[in-house]
């Protein structure tokens, strides 16, 4: 049987693999801004958009370990299937079902033990903690759903399965756009839950994603043999999976850090900044989440094409990422500038509030195919096993050139601000 990641053109096998990717992507970063639509217009909207505003630096973590794991098992599976090693492949995918449940353990602890101690470090004010720690706590005990997903994903999308994955993403998304209305407002016989309720709907949406993705591995993932001797952990194998994975780690772990710390600096100036922030960085993410799917349509392109040794086709790959990458990232900073006001306007905010998010939404947004440039080669670099490469990319984009810049201002408002 002729095998598509083999001989199709790639600016084609790009683009029908990395459409499913891309509707997947955006309809997760969409259900992220839903979940903010109804809780902000909840009693107590805003104090609830803070709290989850303070809690997201730590889903980030969850999704950058469980992705960036991913990444590693998704590149090299699918450079061993370009070399023809099925058995290399199939101790790879049970080598990552093996890490998804060391890395639930371990959130699953923190959710325990940790959460609380974490929400006190940004914020004094009571309400917001308990929400923050409620909705935190629940998100990090069933963390198993964001986890597994994002490793089952990534077996589907290295094995050129991208369809099956975005059916498993969009049918999580829909699970978890469904449920939130019924239980924040306490619909249909419900209970009214609040905040509690906007993490329950998105953990039963994430374990539902999780389930189909295992079952369309176990269906269509032929070329990948399944059972306990493949689940058995090998260091081999564990230490090239992070060899790959673990800049895609740092990188997505980057911006976790980069939002904790810029919620710390707002904090400290306004709280309706850290707010206005927090939303428009999910705004945002419905944009760079699109290129985030063209960066994980490239990585195993590259990845497969380098373990056949096909340079046209290593260079093809390159060529078409960054230029999808690019259109995509140009017409998010257009698409924004458009209709950042009524966008904004649609949760619920007090006037200076939302005047902030409209103002972040128009400025940040102009740097976008600057971003959507990194990110391509941030895809070409992993395939490529230029990692050292992708990390500096990832340091420089989202702490280095940031955060000292973030403080600077800050400082000055506030200084201002004593002044006058």
């Known amino acids: 049987m002729e095998n598509k990641m083999a001989t199709m053109p790639i600016y084609k ?5 990395g459409l499913p990717i891309i509707v997947s992507m955006m309809l997760q970063a969409l259900y992220n801004i839903v979940d903010s639509a109804f809780v902000s217009n909840m009693e107590g909207g805003e104090f609830a958009l803070n709290a989850l505003t303070l809690a997201f630096p730590v889903q980030m973590l ?32 049970g080598n990552g079902v093996f890490l998804g449940i060391i890395i639930t353990a371990a959130f699953t602890l923190f959710g325990f033990f940790g959460v609380e101690a974490y929400i006190n470090t940004q914020t004094s004010d009571a309400i917001i903690r308990d929400m923050a720690v409620t909705y935190l706590r629940i998100c990090c005990i069933c963390s198993a759903g964001i986890v597994f997903f994002s490793i089952f994903e990534k077996l589907l999308q290295a094995t050129g399965q991208s369809v099956h994955s975005t059916i498993a993403q969009i049918s999580g ?14 619909l249909f016989c419900f209970p009214k839950m609040g905040v509690s309720g906007a993490a329950l709907a998105t953990v039963i949406g994430q374990v539902a994603s999780f389930l189909l993705a295992l079952i369309f591995h176990l269906m269509y993932n032929k070329s990948v043999q399944n059972g306990l001797q493949y689940i058995r952990p090998d260091k081999t194998i564990i230490r090239l999976i992070y060899k790959i994975g673990l800049p895609a780690i740092i ?17 400290a100036v306004d709280a309706s900044l850290v707010t206005a922030y927090g939303l428009y960085y999910k705004i945002q993410q419905f944009v760079l989440f699109a290129a985030f799917g063209v ?13 056949l040794k096909d340079k046209k086709r290593v260079k093809d790959g390159i060529k078409f990422g960054v230029i999808y990458t ?5 017409f998010g900073t257009l698409l924004l500038e458009i209709i950042a006001e009524p ?30 440039i990194c990110l391509s080669l941030q895809g070409v670099f992993q395939a490529l096993d230029k990692n050292i490469s992708s990390l500096i990319i990832s340091l420089l984009r989202q702490l280095v050139l940031i955060l000292p810049v973030a403080w600077g201002l800050s400082q000055l408002i506030l200084f201002l601000n004593k002044m006058l």
Request: with cysteine.
């Open 13 to 17: 096998l790009m683009i029908k693999m």
């Open 62 to 93: 969850m999704v950058a370990i469980g992705i960036g794991t991913g990444v590693g098992v998704n590149v090299l599976l699918a450079r061993s299937l370009g070399e023809g090693d099925r058995d290399k492949a199939s101790r790879v995918a």
């Open 173 to 186: 998304a829909v699970i978890n756009i469904i449920l939130d209305p019924i239980l924040i407002y306490g």
């Open 251 to 267: 990188s997505q772990a980057l911006m976790s850090v980069m939002t904790y710390s810029i919620n710390l600096i707002l904090g």
């Open 295 to 307: 960066r994980d349509t490239i990585t195993p392109v590259v990845a497969f094409s380098y373990g």
């Open 326 to 330: 690019s259109a995509i990232m140009l």
């Open 343 to 372: 966008l904004c306007s649609a949760f619920g905010l007090s006037g200076e509030t939302q005047a902030l998010c409209v103002s972040a939404a128009r400025i940040i947004s102009i740097g976008f195919c600057f971003a959507g």
